[in-house]
């Protein structure tokens, strides 16, 4: 079983985000208990890597799933929560294995972490947010 989400609160706000990307462990249980198919990935990378080619309403029925599983409302943030929650410069090494095709294990990068707590915002993959006017992933 992969290991919980941990969620951070975000001060002055109304909203915690996940302290790192949602990795290949974790998509990989959902996808089992959900009937889905994983996304393409490479056999190379690590399972505790971040999820890639994740649509993103696959992103978002992750959320609902994960969501009763735990027995919470969880959703994707919007661009503005996301941004609220990332570190204001970019960090000097990226997550990016060097000489390998791939991202490195969430948190690998303490130079990544966002004041609140946060990883791998910046120099990593991309993240899915909902969109601000309330139509849908984006």
Known sequence: MAKPIEFIYVPGQAVQIAKYATTRAQ????????NRKLPPWPED????????????FDAEAYCVWYGEKIGKTVRLPTEAELLAVMPESCPKTDSWEPGKKGPLPVGSVPESVS????????GGVWEWTAADTGEGPG
Do not use: S
Request: aromatic share 18%; hydrophobic share 30%.
């Open 27 to 34: 998509y990989r249980e959902f996808c089992e208990a959900t």
């Open 45 to 56: 990378w690590d399972d505790q890597c971040p999820a890639t080619n994740v649509t993103a």
């Open 115 to 122: 004041k609140y707590g946060h990883y791998d915002l910046l």
